[in-house]
């Protein structure tokens, strides 16, 4: 097993989760000619992953047959899976990872999670990085700010950057990272689910007009119509990733003995909007117009449609 290259564009990167994120920074680090491999669990269906296939081919991206063969060639590995996938992922790594590889986990897990990914990875010889992704990654591609936790950061970071990386570090011990990164979920994904609560329940009354005009007098920066629509389509589109990860956000919250009842809550929101979208509420998964609307309105209108008609249901 050769030893990782020391100049980053000569890095093998392995990425494991090949969803938006993982696209994304295949398409940032392609543009660069550096060598790209990816595994996702969806390469094994033949509807999912034939998209998947077809993403690779065009940009020159190597698909692996398990996350074992994509750690035993890779000098550099992103985990960017869903949240409850961060600690299993690092497992099957672990006995292919080569000495000294890079193990960059992006995924929204808890303190606890990465501490035990990193002893996985650790212990076998690679070097584990917690990632903590403080924004939406679209909007910015690979200069997502990102921070990074643990003993091998500040080894890292330099690295990261030279690929177009916005890294810096937070903290050499590990979970400092990823307790900004929940503690900031509460709010947001806390917002999300709440702004589709509020929005949907005034639709029903027919009070949406007033309790916009409400939102903006008490915050006068946020346009709320624009942002709405926003929170609507990233929770139809990402409802289940983001279930999972506050769920780890409600973790975090309980390992300091605190009840997360708001998280919880909100984990539930953003799981049942999933499930609606599942069942093709708001058009074909993966079609262009869908989760594109930009009124929140029509989709609200769905929601409660579908309200309406389960109450019919005898």
């Known amino acids: 097993m050769s030893a990782p290259a020391t100049e980053p564009k000569q890095w093998n990167v392995g990425l494991i ?131 990074l936790g643990g003993s091998s950061a500040s080894a890292l970071a330099p690295l990261l950057n030279q690929l177009g990386f916005a890294a810096t570090v937070a903290s050499d011990k590990l979970g400092v990272a990823s307790a900004v990164k929940m503690c900031r979920s509460v709010m947001i994904k806390g917002l999300e689910a709440m702004v589709i609560e509020s929005f949907t329940t005034a639709r029903a009354y027919g009070v949406e007009d007033a309790v916009l005009a409400s939102l903006k007098e008490t915050f006068p920066g946020i346009d709320w119509e624009k942002q709405g629509a926003y929170f609507f389509q990233r929770v139809i589109e990402h409802g289940r990733r983001r279930s999972e990860e506050v769920r780890e956000v409600a973790q975090t919250v309980r390992e300091i003995g605190l009840e997360p009842w708001s998280s919880s809550g909100t984990a539930e929101r953003q799981a049942w909007i999933a499930d609606l979208a599942d069942e093709g509420l708001f058009g074909e998964r993966g079609s262009k117009g869908f989760a594109r609307s930009t009124d929140w309105r029509t989709e609200a209108d769905r929601i409660l449609g579908a309200i309406e008609s389960k109450k019919r249901k005898p």
């Open 17 to 147: 989760g090949y969803g938006e994120v993982g696209r994304i920074l295949a398409e940032d680090l392609r543009k660069q000619e550096v060598n790209v491999a990816a595994y996702d669990i969806k390469l094994r269906s033949d509807q999912s992953g034939r998209a998947l296939r077809d993403h690779a081919r065009q940009h020159g991206v190597t698909l692996t047959a398990s996350h074992a063969n994509l750690a035993a060639q890779s000098d550099f590995i992103v985990s960017a899976v869903t949240a409850s996938q961060a600690v299993p992922v690092a497992k099957a790594c672990a006995d292919t990872v080569k000495k000294g590889a890079w193990y960059l986990d992006f995924n929204s897990a808890s303190p606890g999670a990465k501490q035990r990914a990193a002893g996985m990875i650790d212990a076998a010889g690679g070097r584990y990085v917690e990632g903590a992704v403080m924004t939406s990654v679209p909007p910015y591609r690979i200069k997502v700010p990102l921070l």
